[in-house]
């Protein structure tokens, strides 16, 4: 099957990408491990029990104002600095109650559980990558074009990021992250809004200005505000972010929206044709870590068996996807009706 040179195009971007993931994997065993998390205000809000920073006397509530002699909000400087080395010891420097505490931290590699998530993170964004890839070279049209699209920036929300040595490589991959990652949620919005068949209001002039204009302004000013902090704490980044997070937000609450629609306005004798019955349980199973998280936040005390591992279930949702694009695609190629319902 002949294949434009745009296909070509996304498969080698989606290569690359998946370079990438694997290259991150590869690196796992260097990564180092501090045991404890920050607020946006450098305020430490977590601490491992029995990891690095609780042996080096860091606690909830302390303030980060240095990390190796450099000032905590100079992130510029901080990025250029090369990554700690599993072993390696820095000075943090915490404000405590207004009293300035120095603990020396030494890295340790990554708990068996954050290895597990982060396998299982690699292994969704892997997914996402080829399974899309997959649907678009198997059956190039436009849908399966989108859902190629998605997997890319699906696949980089999900991808740890690997280590280079140059800090502009780093800077350049932690800027693109965010933009990619919010285009791939409003690639698979577009790709729902038209399959199984379009939704009606495509047929408005004004939807894909719609769809596509926030992400845009959104990803312009934040690649813009990158650039022009030159990577020091900036009020505007912050906020840009907050509204990269707020299209996610949309886009993936629409998306389930147009999900259940397409399923619904889909005649019974169809829903197992395409696979929408195997996408609407796969997409029900793939979800079920958000309710983990759920519980977690309202019940912090209530421990779900084994919620560690619930996050693997996401690969249901591109195989899934990819699945039903290929079979749908053939279906409509034989000349098979669209199978849609009438809607009053």
């Not at 590869?26 to 430490?44: A, E, I, W």
């Not at 840009?240 to 996610?248: G, H, M, P, R, S």
């Amino acid at each position: 099957m002949r294949h434009s040179a745009a296909h070509l195009g996304i498969g080698t971007i989606a290569a690359l990408v998946g370079l990438l993931q694997i290259l991150s994997v590869v690196q796992m065993p260097d990564h180092p491990y501090s045991g404890y998390r920050t607020d946006t205000n450098r305020v430490v809000s977590d601490i491992s029990h029995g990891g690095p920073a609780e042996r080096a006397g860091l606690r909830i509530g302390d303030r980060i104002t240095h990390i190796g002699g450099i000032a905590a909000d100079d992130a510029r400087t901080l990025g250029a600095q090369p990554r700690a080395s599993v072993g390696e010891s820095r000075d943090i420097v915490v404000d405590r109650n207004g009293r300035r505490v120095t603990a020396s931290l030494t890295y340790g590699s990554l708990p068996t559980m954050d290895k597990i998530a982060y396998l299982t993170s690699s292994l969704t964004g892997l997914c996402f990558l080829g399974f899309g890839v997959w649907a678009m070279l198997r059956i190039p049209r436009a849908s399966t074009t989108l859902l190629a699209l998605a997997g890319i920036g699906l696949g980089a929300a999900f991808v740890n990021m690997p280590y280079f040595d140059s800090p502009t490589a780093r800077a350049v991959q932690d800027a693109l992250l965010v933009p990619a990652a919010m285009f791939g949620f409003v690639f698979l919005l577009h790709f729902l809004l038209v399959f199984p068949v379009p939704k009606r209001l495509m047929a408005n002039r004004l939807s894909l200005p719609a769809i596509y204009a926030p992400p845009v302004l959104v990803a312009t000013g934040y690649l813009l505000a990158t650039w022009l902090a030159a990577g020091r704490t900036d009020g505007l980044g912050a906020s840009l972010l907050t509204a990269a997070l707020i299209v996610v937000f949309v886009a993936f609450a629409l998306s389930v929206a147009a999900l259940v629609h397409g399923y619904a306005t889909a005649a019974a004798s169809f829903r197992a044709a395409w696979g929408l019955n195997t996408l609407l349980v796969c997409v029900v199973l793939g979800l079920a870590p958000v309710v983990a998280t759920a519980v977690a936040l309202v019940a912090p005390r209530v421990e779900l068996p084994g919620a560690e591992y619930y996050d693997v279930v996401w690969v249901l949702i591109p195989f899934a996807l990819a699945r039903a694009a290929v079979r749908h695609a053939r279906s409509t190629a034989l000349g098979q009706p669209n199978g849609e319902k009438a809607l009053g």
